[in-house]
């Protein structure tokens, strides 16, 4: 028989404990998402889901074991606690990752609009094609857009566990999203821009639009400069995606086992005074906010680094325990699928007060980066170096020049955060995973390695 | 599981109300992985993906549904809705599967959900303990093994009925070596389309204290020069470099919309005439290869360039209809909640007549990319890159000194034409590749390339 989801929660909870786990929890999450790709005037493609997943951990001979399933059956129960009790017994974890009771209080965070779920096919279907002809009407040089998507997603988690703790969280999210090809004179050259958010109301197509042209013909006549070390300016996207990247060296689960060179930094200045790191669960700053973390431990907003001093990390229990101390509220899992890991919820780099025209005009010459390439590949976060195909524009007097393309950006991440110069007010949201958001506004950076003709 | 009367009509449903070809991917997927950090089991998991994905075509439209829910009324509900969306004439046909055929590509003699966790565990502790005792300089290691077995049904409006089952095992293993203020860290990944006795085949240790020497050789290697050079390019992994900036700008998701700088150059010299290429996904045992596709089509082995000339592409049924093409057993998706699209399997360049020793030699200067990470491109434009993680100079025709990872970018239609010399080595390597249908198993491959000119992002 197919159970409904809180009668599963339950009676999962209840056979664990016949079946000799000490603490046990369930996290349940369903989700749904409609999703419109436009093609020449015509949706090529729909696509929409319902899916759910449990996973269970429960906590047997000094260790917590887990598994996961999609189908909420008695076959589900026994395979879930076999396989959870299986790996309990192969477990060699020193420390050990209990079943948090809760918190007294919980903020509260409106991530979920009702107008947004009730948006149907017909309203993506005319969105995507009016994006999609605004973007091929604005500019000759525009010959094809090859992925116009307008897509919508909705996400509920429930956990449930052996010290009564019951939580639920909802949000929903609509992401809009087209990528361009230009042509002139062979040279052929892509860009996109996207808009994501709640309020359906709010979308702006025609300067979407806009924004894809300046991002796509933008980059006709790009050309590699010399090697050598450049000023640069790293824009705000850019800067995010490559936070992003690194970010994972502020999680104390790295940092214990040795894998992040943050670990003997703290209280130490890792970077100039004018630049701080924050990792706030629930800010004005940010789109996403979360209330509680995997682990249902209440989530918090706080600085990791200030006036360039590392001060704090993240923490979920299991790292609180090892190191004497309290969770961050940042014991985060990737859906239902993952174990409970280190993550970060909104972290973003405070800004500061130049506009993007002033860092430009303080760095007189050099290179603008507006996009940065194999991120996933080029950049090892052991041991902070990065290799980054990228593209932008030079800067000459202080301004914007010709469009920049075939060249890469190599230094350490580390080493840069010392060649930082000045921080923008442009801060930027990537867009969010359900914890949160990485934000950074544009960075002048000095003494760049940029590798070209 | 569904009967096959239940799946007639729910194909049929899918085709009530608009629409001339539907598909059903029914799925069921076993996994478990471990994770082995500094000499202890860190994380232990297991679990079970089940769902169903529905597909229409209506010519070249696809609506795409999927669920974990298979009740028959919400099936033939949800098969309703996807096929009202298309807001067409329905074309009132009905379905009738032929006989289910049932494949299985990759037989294993030890099926890994039948052997326990603590021999799994052991090929992590061996190739730890073996990272470990490589030098004083290691200071971490990371290893992780995940296996898989999926169940696969397949059918569609054509009466086409399959199944297929597929299994597969992978370990990586990271070292990571200190000095005072550094670390560095190198990496493999090994895996294959077999059951666990290819674990226990394959030589753990020496995989392990190989990505142990990267990582102490990277610890006193020097930044890489940066410019454009010659580059030498090692086989193995380092055929990510034709993945990338080749084989994405032959899938048809690229092509069928001409968003390729390969659309329309058939027959016409693309590459090399010294650059012959495949992806086969035929190869019995391979990472990336299958009995059939992901819509139920025999896997085949595809000519993609001979002697420099583009042969052929990689379709999907969507592709074929966009592209006026047959299909080429060329699709893919990570599981039920994508729609199949055009995907490599094992892809590389097949072995040239040089020998390895002879291209070194016959360098006086230039980068020798002796292991590589992963990569990515445009294949609009064919803008690629991909990273080297272990690098020497090459100086007077002999390999020098260790260079830091630096990431090579280029155009792909000019690096295959830049290719000069192909060695003898060919060999294949594991990775997954991401793209709009999820991530996928894939073979990359090459023997020793020589490329005349690259940019190398170094940071001298």
């Given at each position: 028989m197919m159970y409904e989801p809180d009668k599963f929660m339950d009676v999962l909870l209840s056979r664990a404990a016949d079946a000799g786990f000490i603490q046990s929890e369930v996290f349940f999450e369903n989700g749904r998402s409609s999703e419109v790709q436009i093609l020449e005037g015509e949706v090529s493609m729909y696509e929409s889901s319902t899916i759910q997943g449990v996973s269970f951990r429960g906590f047997q001979n000094g260790q917590m074991g887990y598994a996961f399933a999609e189908?909420?059956?008695?076959?589900?129960?026994?395979?879930?606690l076999d396989q959870a009790a299986q790996n309990c017994a192969v477990l060699e974890s020193q420390e050990e990752e209990t079943i948090y009771g809760g918190d007294k209080e919980y903020r509260t965070v409106d991530v979920y609009s009702r107008e947004l779920d009730g948006l149907a096919f017909d309203d993506f279907a005319k969105t995507g094609l009016a994006l999609e002809s605004k973007i091929l009407a604005s500019d000759p040089r525009i010959v094809a857009v090859d992925h116009c998507v307008v897509s919508y997603g909705s996400s509920h988690s429930q956990i449930s566990n052996s010290l009564n703790l019951k939580l639920?969280?909802?949000?929903?999210?609509?992401?809009?999203?087209?990528?361009?090809?230009?042509?002139?004179?062979?040279?052929?050259?892509?860009g996109d821009?996207?808009?994501?958010?709640?309020?359906?109301?709010?979308?702006?197509?025609?300067?979407?639009?806009?924004?894809?042209?300046?991002?796509?013909?933008?980059?006709?006549?790009?050309?590699?400069?010399?090697?050598?070390?450049?000023?640069?300016?790293?824009?705000?996207?850019?800067?995010?995606?490559?936070?992003?990247?690194?970010?994972?060296i502020f999680s104390a689960d790295l940092i214990q086992k040795g894998f992040s060179l943050l670990g003997d930094k703290m209280n130490t200045q890792i970077a100039p005074e004018y630049f701080s790191i924050h990792d706030d669960a629930i800010t004005d700053r940010s789109m996403t906010a979360i209330p509680f973390d995997s682990e249902g431990v209440a989530t918090k907003n706080k600085t990791l680094v200030k006036n360039g001093v590392l001060i704090g990390i993240l923490h979920n229990r299991k790292t609180a325990a090892k190191a004497g101390t309290q969770s961050t509220g940042n014991g985060?899992?990737?859906?239902?699928?993952g174990?409970?890991?280190?993550?970060?919820?909104?972290?973003?780099?405070?800004?500061?007060?130049?506009?993007?025209?002033?860092?430009?005009?303080?760095?007189?010459?050099?290179?603008?980066?507006?996009?940065?390439?194999?991120?996933?590949?080029?950049?090892?976060?052991?041991?902070?170096?990065?290799?980054?195909?990228?593209?932008?524009?030079?800067?000459?007097?202080?301004?914007?020049?010709?469009?920049?393309?075939?060249?890469?950006?190599?230094?350490?991440?580390?080493?840069?955060?010392?060649?930082?110069v000045a921080v923008g007010s442009d801060l930027y949201f990537d867009p969010p995973s359900d914890a949160g958001s990485i934000g950074s506004p544009s960075l002048l950076i000095s003494d760049a390695a940029i590798s070209g003709d | 599981m569904l009967s096959e009367a239940t799946i007639e009509r729910v194909l049929s449903a899918a085709l009530s109300r608009g629409g001339d070809f539907s598909e059903i991917y029914m799925e069921e997927t076993k996994t478990s992985g471990l994770s082995f950090i500094n000499g202890r089991v860190d994380t232990a998991?297991?679990?079970?993906?089940?769902?169903?994905?529905?597909?229409?075509?209506?010519?070249?439209?696809?609506?795409?549904?999927?669920?974990?829910?298979?009740?028959?009324?919400?099936?033939?509900?949800?098969?309703?809705?996807?096929?009202?969306?298309?807001?067409?004439?329905?074309?009132?046909?009905?379905?009738?599967?032929?006989?289910?055929?049932?494949?299985?590509?990759?037989?294993?003699?030890?099926?890994?959900?039948?052997?326990?966790k603590s021999r799994k565990v052991d090929i992590l502790r061996r190739a730890c303990t073996a990272a470990k005792e490589y030098s004083p300089l290691i200071s971490q290691t990371s290893a992780s093994y995940g296996d898989m077995q999926k169940a696969v049904w397949i059918a569609n409006s054509t009466g086409l009925y399959r199944t297929d089952e597929r299994a597969r095992v992978r370990f990586t293993i990271e070292?990571?070596?200190?000095?005072?203020?550094?670390?560095q860290s190198g990496y493999f990944g090994p895996g294959a389309g077999k059951g666990f006795e290819f674990m226990e085949e394959y030589p753990v240790e020496d995989t392990a204290r190989e990505a142990a020497r990267i990582a102490v050789t990277m610890l006193s290697a020097k930044a890489c020069p940066s410019g454009k050079m010659p580059v030498v390019i090692d086989n193995g992994f380092g055929g990510v470099i034709f993945h990338e900036a080749c084989g994405h700008s032959l899938e048809a998701t690229a092509v069928g919309v001409h968003a390729s700088v390969f659309d329309g150059k058939l027959g016409k010299q693309i590459a090399s005439p010294l650059v012959t290429a495949l992806d086969d996904g035929t190869i019995p045992g391979a990472w990336g290869s299958l009995a059939i596709d992901d819509e139920g089509h025999d896997s085949?082995?595809?000519?993609?360039?001979?002697?420099?000339?583009?042969?052929?592409?990689?379709?999907?049924?969507?592709?074929?209809?966009?592209?006026?093409?047959?299909?080429?057993?060329?699709?893919?998706?990570?599981?039920?909640?994508?729609?199949?699209?055009?995907?490599m399997t094992n892809t590389y360049i097949a072995a040239g007549d040089t020998d390895p020793k002879d291209i070194i030699s016959g360098t006086s200067y230039g980068l020798y990319a002796a292991n590589m990470g992963g990569g990515s491109v445009d294949p609009a434009t064919g803008e690629f890159n991909f990273a080297v993680t272990e690098g020497y100079m090459i100086r007077d025709g002999r390999i020098a000194e260790a260079v830091r990872g630096a990431t090579l970018i280029g155009k792909g239609s000019q690096i295959l034409m830049n290719i000069d010399r192909v060695g003898t080595n060919l060999d294949l390597a594991q990775g997954v590749c991401g793209s709009i249908s999820g991530n996928v198993p894939t073979n990359v491959g090459q023997p020793m390339i020589r490329v005349s000119e690259i940019t190398v992002g170094g940071r001298e």
């Open positions: 189908e909420l059956t008695d076959d589900s129960m026994i395979f879930l639920s969280h909802a949000s929903n999210l609509l992401f809009v999203y087209a990528n361009a090809r230009c042509e002139e004179e062979d040279q052929v050259k892509t821009a996207y808009w994501f958010g709640r309020n359906f109301e709010s979308l702006d197509i025609d300067s979407l639009a806009a924004k894809v042209t300046a991002e796509t013909v933008g980059k006709l006549g790009a050309s590699p400069v010399l090697s050598g070390k450049y000023n640069i300016v790293l824009d705000a996207m850019a800067a995010s995606d490559l936070l992003s990247t690194f970010c994972a985060f899992r990737s859906g239902y699928r174990s409970v890991s280190v993550g970060p919820t909104n972290l973003y780099i405070e800004p500061g007060e130049k506009d993007l025209a002033a860092l430009l005009s303080q760095a007189g010459s050099g290179l603008y980066i507006k996009e940065l390439a194999g991120l996933h590949a080029g950049a090892n976060i052991v041991s902070g170096d990065f290799s980054l195909s990228c593209e932008g524009y030079v800067i000459e007097n202080g301004k914007i020049g010709r469009a920049v393309d075939q060249v890469t950006l190599a230094d350490n991440f580390y080493l840069l955060l010392n060649k930082i | 998991s297991a679990g079970i993906d089940f769902g169903i994905g529905i597909r229409i075509l209506d010519k070249t439209k696809c609506v795409y549904v999927f669920s974990n829910d298979i009740r028959e009324e919400s099936l033939i509900r949800m098969a309703k809705d996807a096929s009202a969306s298309l807001q067409t004439v329905p074309l009132g046909m009905t379905v009738h599967l032929t006989p289910v055929v049932h494949f299985n590509s990759n037989p294993c003699i030890l099926a890994p959900v039948s052997v326990s070292a990571v070596a200190s000095s005072d203020a550094e670390k085949s082995r595809n000519v993609l360039i001979e002697n420099g000339i583009l042969k052929g592409y990689m379709i999907d049924l969507l592709g074929s209809r966009r592209m006026n093409m047959p299909a080429t057993g060329s699709s893919r998706r990570q599981n039920y909640q994508y729609a199949p699209t055009s995907r």
